[in-house]
């Protein structure tokens, strides 16, 4: 259960979540998303990537999956973000995180705008980066 | 190679129709470390499953590698929830193309119908065909 209460200007509180190759292969599976730039360093590195990064939509559904934990699973009505920068995810133990943090920004006609912002954290470098642009969620209230 | 321009406002051929099972729900949901059960609200990224695969034969007719594809933008836009039991489909369309960069930009969008052809969700991609390198 949450004790969240979604009112306008409500902070929501951060969630971070592991992203290991372990967790990009099950996401692959489960998706069905088997482009190998998020999974073969080789051929991610050939087509000018860093290396392995994660699926947009692993790291949208982390969010998915923070949004429904702050609101016990509110009905979304819309959900959206651009992929600015990759989830690079080195081929170790602690892999890397993903940060969640999210403002509410109006509550009206029945609906809760959430706006969110999408962090990664590099386990070896330890430096934070943006990873989503504008990621905004509406939902059911 | 760059994408030809006449795609736009082309729409691609239905997907075969997908039942949503809880089975299927449980298991993407596990995949990002939720437990779902029965009853539970089907994650909102859902549709995705279907997108993906009208993307996929998307990129296999205008023969594009999947590899050269990046992820720009997704944005998901309901007229319901998604629920098990449902049979969907996604039918792809090209809304944009440009090009920056030696990169083509395109602008999909699928909408997700069920059995009775009601839409359930729009869904739109944008994705960045990443030119190969000029040796």
Redesign the interface.
Known sequence: MSDTVLEAGAELAPKT?PVTRA?LV??A?????????HWSDR?AT????PGVIA????T???V??A??EWTD???????????TN?VVVPDDEEGTSVTISGTVKSVEDGLATIALTVVSTGSTTGESQKVLGMPK?SVRV | MAVDGSLVGRAFPPTRPYRVTDEKVR??A?????SWESG??V???FP??LA??AMNAFLEDVEVE?????????????VR?IAPGDVLTATLSVASLRQIGGNDIIGTVSEITDESGALVCTTSA?LVH?AA?VA
């Open positions: 979540y967790s099950r996401y599976g489960a998706s069905g998303d088997f482009n190998p730039i051929i050939a087509v000018g990537l699926h947009g939509m692993f949208m559904a982390l998915a999956r949004v429904s699973g509110a009905e979304v009505v819309d959900f959206g973000a651009k992929f990759p969620v | 298991e993407l596990a995949a990002t470390g939720m539970d609200r994650p909102a990224t995705i499953v993906f695969d999947l590899s050269r594809i990046v992820h720009g933008e997704q944005k998901f836009s309901y929830p944008t990443r390198e």
